[in-house]
Structures are given as C-alpha cells and as structure tokens.
C-alpha cells in the first residue's frame, strides 16, 4: 500500500482543515508548480507489433471456466478490445480428460460443464490460426474464508470503512490469495494479493485498504452497501502476475521500471492462465 | 573506481535519482577510460579550439529490475536491482573566444552512454537514462561600456531516455499497458534560453559592488519534467499522455559585492 503515498499526500492535502505552515507552503509550491503546467501531449509512440492477450480461467465451481481472447492496440487509438474469433481453446487434466471450450460471443470461451479439482494440474492450449500458446498450472488446496467483516479505520484525516477478511493459512509455506470486492455489484478496481511469506499457519486478518482512482465506479464503503468477497487461492505463477500487475502496468505512475507483468503463458503472447478455488461472502455493511 | 552509485528510475512519470553506497552485495564501480584530444589556438590566439574523443568502458553497473518498486520496499533496495556492464563514448568540440569585447564559447557534444545487464531489456544494450544523443551550449558576454555587460546562454540537449508503453490491452476490464524495451523513447528534447545584464555600480580598490538583472527560461519555452499516461477523464475510451513542466519564465535580481 505504500506505493500509494502520492495519492494520499494529495488526499491529506484536498481534506485537511489544520495544516501546519510548512505543509501550506509546500501545498502552494507544488499546486502552483505541478498544475499549473499541466498539458495534454501527442507522443509519437511507435506502432508496436500486436500481441495476443489470453485471460484463461478455470475453478472449483460450475460455470467459471472461461478463456478470453484480444490484441493490444495502439496507445492512440480507444479502448475498444475487440475479441479474437476463431481460435481453438482447450483445457485438459493432466493425464485426464481434454475439454474444449466453445466460442459463445466473439472472443470468449467458455464450458459451462469445465469444473476444475483442487491438487490437479491443468494444461491450457490456445491456437489462433496456428500460432499456438500454452500454459500449465495447478489449481491450490482450497483455504476456507472464515469471515469477512466492516471496520472503521483511520487514514490520515478521515475515518473509513474498510472490509476486513479472516482466514487459517495451512502449514506450510507456498498458499497464495487473491480477493476480489464488489460493492453494491460494482467491481472493486484494486488488485489485492497475498501470500503467507510472514503469516505461514497463522491465523490472518487482513484488510483490504483501497485509494480509489478519480474515476472508479466505487471510490468508498458507506452503511448499507452490499460487499461482495471472492476469495481465490491461486499457485504461486498466478500470483507473481498479479503482484507484478499492480505494481507496474497499472496506473504506471509510481513504479521506477514499467514494464509487463509476468505472465505464465508460453509462446508469447501477455495475460495469464489461472486454475483456482472460489469462494464469495457476501454482507450488507452496518 | 567510483563508491557511489547512481539508480535512476526509467520511468516519465517520475524522475527520481537515489544515491547508493557499496554493501556487500552493490560492488564498486570501476571503469576504464580512454580519450584522445587536440587544442589548438587560432587567429592569433583570440580563439581557442579543442576536439577530444573517449571510450569509457564500465563494470559493476547497476540497474532496477523491470517491473522494481521503490516505494512498496522501504526493506533491502538490493532485491530491486540488477548488475551489468556498460559503456560510453563520444566527440566533444569546444570553440572559445577568449579576448575582445564579446567573449564565449559555443561547445557540441555527440554521445552514447549504454547499459547491459542480464535480465533487462532481453540482456541486449539499452539506452541508460542519462544518454543525450547531442548537447549545445553557445555561451556569450559582451561588454557595453565600462558600466554594463550584457550575456546570453542557450542550452540544448536530447531527452533523457525513458520507458514509455509501447501500446495497450485490457486485462480484468482494466487497461494496462504494454512495453517492448526499456528506455526505448526519450523525453521530448531539452531547450532553453537565459538572458542576464550586469550593471557594475562601483570598482574600487577596496569595495566593489555590481547588480545583475537576469532572465531563466527567456522564451518560456515549457520543457517536460515528467509524462505521465492515464485514461481519459471524460472519455475512458481513450488514453492520453499528460506532460507537465515546472518553470518557465524566472526573472532575477542580485545584488553582489566584494570587500
């Protein structure tokens, strides 16, 4: 989270009432100085060669499992991600069954019948008129989510509710989580990863802070609001492309290298293949 | 052999240098230099003219790995960075008048400061952040009368070279972009003019005393101190780079004397 402090100091300085005097001059120096020569600039951005983007997923639950298929574009040109048709997709268990998934909208792949077995290994295979990729991952023990709560959590000048999540990592190092949160149905843009590098069969208690963006659908958690947790336990490949997705594609202000989260997709192409357990609490917040 | 070093970010949006001390695991950084000049003074000495060529070869450089946070990790810096070599070389030309009325120098330097290290930008050669492909500086002072000497300075150089995102995709319904090469681009090219007039007020022996008049940045050219890439506010469906610059025009008047 401290990668965030840029975002907060402009959060503590827009909020506060009683500033000290050496924070209003800093406050005055950096306004004046930073926005007031802030502007819109064309870059000439090579055209870089296309790559294929894969975000392949199977889980323990009916239904999930689904491949999505697009390009990179441009930096110029919109945000439009038009779906690759016409690919062959499959997923098969090692020394098991091979599944195909089925085109269902330009660009998504899916198998509603595809359900995936904790402690087995999966073997994804894509091929867009014969560039093929592959990908091989294990699908974790899964960790129950024991519960999940509201806090009220100070942050620099205001109080905020924060969702809090309670587990029991298992003995044993190497247990990877990711938690996704939805308010009010609504996507929670902040990627939020763990692993059980310090907590190793402990019980653990973590809250996921989050500093929303200008224009996130969900910038807090206020009374009544319906949050939504998914709780993925996924291998430890899938977790580094997290980890390394938010600290340095994403937003890309704050990191000292950009550069491409790693992926575990064979052949070239970005994205991931992520086999993992799914577990979803729901609570209305007091 | 050089016990500090220097980290750059390869980042626009934040150009942040830190300074490094040896630790058992930052070795020092040596290097190897090897340059050849000629100088030469012309008609009747009013000028002078110098040329000098070097190629440094360097050891023990070092560079954040891809993707290196330096916020996130206030713990050990070393898991941040990785360890190669590099090299540089260039022409310099200086050519100096040194008496009459107008005084000055106009200088021009062509050069390529390079890094490789193994587990950068697939361990080929890549720009380091400090390579100016070319940089200019025309120094002149004229003197007026006994009073008043006039002075102008223009500087310019290439920008430094950074990694911006070569294109974009959409992962989890979020953009990321998407890079090919480390410092691969460069910031938009450096320029600026200063312009300055001293006014000696008093010259005496003992006391002297002089006001200097001065312009920084005297055509308010804006150059870019960071470029940061973001979504479009009122139209997400679009991306933009965003520039800002910090000072433009800075007058400035001092009052110096010398007892």
């Given at each position: 989270?401290?990668?965030?402090?840029?975002?907060?100091?402009?959060?503590?300085?827009?909020?506060?009432?009683?500033?000290?005097?050496?924070?209003?001059?800093?406050?005055?120096?950096?306004?004046?100085?930073?926005?007031?020569?802030?502007?819109v600039?064309?870059?000439?951005?090579?055209?870089?060669?296309?790559?294929?983007?894969?975000?392949?997923?199977?889980?323990?639950?009916?239904?999930?499992?689904?491949?999505?298929?697009t390009?990179?574009k441009n930096f110029d040109e919109d945000n439009i991600f038009p779906?690759?048709?016409?690919?062959?997709?499959?997923?098969?268990?090692?020394?098991?069954?091979?599944?195909?998934?089925?085109?269902?909208?330009?660009?998504?792949?899916?198998?509603?019948?595809?359900?995936?077995?904790?402690?087995?290994?999966?073997?994804?295979?894509?091929?867009?008129?014969?560039?093929?990729?592959?990908?091989?991952?294990?699908?974790?023990?899964?960790?129950?989510?024991?519960?999940?709560?509201?806090?009220?959590?100070?942050?620099?000048?205001?109080?905020?509710?924060?969702?809090?999540?309670?587990?029991?990592?298992?003995?044993?190092?190497?247990?990877?989580?990711?938690?996704?949160?939805?308010?009010?149905?609504?996507?929670?843009?902040?990627?939020?990863?763990?692993?059980?590098?310090?907590?190793?069969?402990?019980?653990?208690?973590?809250?996921?802070?989050?500093?929303?963006?200008?224009d996130?659908t969900?910038?807090?958690?206020?009374?009544?609001?319906?949050?939504?947790?998914?709780?993925?336990?996924?291998?430890?490949?899938?977790?580094?492309?997290?980890?390394?997705?938010?600290?340095?594609?994403?937003?890309?202000?704050?990191?000292?290298?950009?550069?491409?989260?790693?992926?575990?997709?064979?052949?070239?192409?970005?994205?991931?293949?992520?086999?993992?357990?799914?577990?979803?609490?729901?609570?209305?917040?007091? | 052999?050089?016990?500090?070093?220097?980290?750059?970010?390869?980042?626009?949006?934040?150009?942040?240098?830190?300074?490094?001390?040896?630790?058992?695991?930052?070795?020092?950084?040596?290097?190897?230099?090897?340059?050849?000049?000629?100088?030469?003074?012309?008609?009747?000495?009013?000028?002078?003219?110098?040329?000098?060529?070097?190629?440094?070869?360097?050891?023990?450089?070092?560079?954040?790995?891809?993707?290196?946070?330096?916020?996130?990790?206030?713990?050990?810096?070393?898991?941040?960075?990785?360890?190669?070599?590099?090299?540089?070389?260039?022409?310099?030309?200086?050519?100096?008048?040194?008496?009459?009325?107008?005084?000055?120098?106009?200088?021009?330097?062509?050069?390529?400061?390079?890094?490789?290290?193994?587990?950068?930008?697939?361990?080929?050669?890549?720009?380091?952040?400090?390579?100016?492909?070319?940089?200019?500086?025309?120094?002149?002072?004229?003197?007026?009368?006994?009073?008043?000497?006039?002075?102008?300075?223009?500087?310019?150089?290439?920008?430094?070279?950074?990694?911006?995102?070569?294109g974009k995709y959409r992962?989890?319904n979020r953009t990321v972009f998407?890079?090919?090469?480390?410092?691969?681009?460069?910031?938009?090219?450096?320029?600026?003019?200063?312009?300055?007039?001293?006014?000696?007020?008093?010259?005496?022996?003992?006391?002297?005393?002089?006001?200097?008049?001065?312009?920084?940045?005297?055509?308010?050219?804006?150059?870019?101190?960071?470029?940061?890439f973001r979504d479009n506010k009122d139209d997400p469906d679009k991306t933009e780079?965003?520039?800002?610059?910090?000072?433009?025009?800075?007058?400035?008047?001092?009052?110096?004397?010398?007892?």
């Amino acid at each position: 989270m401290k990668y965030q402090i840029n975002k907060m100091i402009r959060k503590f300085y827009s909020r506060s009432t009683a500033v000290p005097l050496s924070g209003m001059i800093l406050f005055i120096f950096l306004s004046l100085v930073l926005t007031s020569c802030e502007k819109v600039i064309t870059l000439d951005l090579n055209e870089a060669e296309k790559k294929y983007v894969i975000e392949a997923v199977i889980t323990d639950q009916p239904s999930t499992a689904k491949v999505l298929l697009t390009q990179t574009k441009n930096f110029d040109e919109d945000n439009i991600f038009p779906g690759v048709t016409g690919a062959t997709v499959t997923i098969s268990e090692s020394g098991g069954a091979t599944t195909a998934l089925v085109e269902s909208s330009p660009g998504v792949y899916i198998n509603p019948l595809l359900t995936g077995i904790s402690g087995r290994t999966y073997d994804l295979s894509v091929n867009i008129n014969g560039q093929v990729f592959t990908s091989s991952c294990i699908m974790p023990q899964k960790v129950n989510l024991d519960t999940i709560f509201a806090s009220n959590e100070f942050l620099f000048t205001d109080t905020r509710k924060i969702v809090n999540v309670e587990y029991k990592d298992p003995a044993g190092r190497g247990n990877n989580y990711r938690f996704v949160q939805y308010v009010n149905n609504y996507k929670q843009e902040e990627i939020f990863v763990q692993n059980d590098d310090y907590t190793d069969g402990r019980n653990v208690n973590t809250k996921l802070f989050f500093f929303a963006e200008d224009d996130d659908t969900v910038s807090t958690i206020n009374s009544l609001d319906k949050v939504r947790i998914e709780m993925l336990c996924i291998d430890q490949p899938v977790y580094k492309y997290w980890f390394s997705l938010a600290r340095s594609s994403v937003g890309g202000n704050q990191q000292a290298t950009p550069s491409n989260p790693v992926s575990n997709i064979k052949g070239g192409a970005l994205g991931y293949f992520s086999a993992h357990t799914l577990q979803t609490k729901e609570i209305v917040v007091p | 052999m050089q016990n500090l070093h220097l980290v750059s970010n390869s980042t626009s949006s934040n150009p942040t240098d830190k300074w490094m001390a040896n630790t058992n695991i930052i070795k020092p950084e040596i290097s190897d230099q090897v340059s050849i000049g000629y100088y030469q003074d012309i008609f009747n000495k009013q000028f002078e003219l110098s040329i000098e060529t070097y190629y440094k070869a360097m050891q023990n450089q070092i560079d954040y790995r891809d993707g290196a946070d330096i916020f996130a990790n206030s713990d050990a810096i070393e898991s941040q960075l990785l360890f190669g070599k590099g090299r540089a070389y260039g022409i310099e030309w200086l050519l100096k008048k040194k008496a009459g009325k107008l005084t000055g120098w106009l200088a021009y330097t062509l050069s390529k400061t390079e890094k490789k290290i193994a587990g950068i930008n697939d361990d080929k050669w890549y720009n380091a952040r400090q390579d100016r492909t070319h940089e200019i500086a025309v120094v002149g002072s004229y003197q007026l009368n006994s009073k008043w000497t006039v002075s102008a300075t223009w500087v310019y150089y290439t920008g430094d070279a950074v990694t911006f995102p070569a294109g974009k995709y959409r992962v989890d319904n979020r953009t990321v972009f998407y890079y090919t090469e480390r410092n691969g681009y460069r910031m938009p090219d450096y320029h600026r003019l200063d312009l300055g007039a001293t006014w000696i007020l008093k010259q005496k022996k003992r006391f002297s005393s002089e006001l200097t008049f001065s312009l920084y940045n005297a055509y308010g050219r804006e150059n870019a101190y960071t470029i940061s890439f973001r979504d479009n506010k009122d139209d997400p469906d679009k991306t933009e780079a965003v520039q800002y610059a910090l000072f433009r025009y800075i007058p400035s008047v001092s009052y110096n004397f010398k007892f």
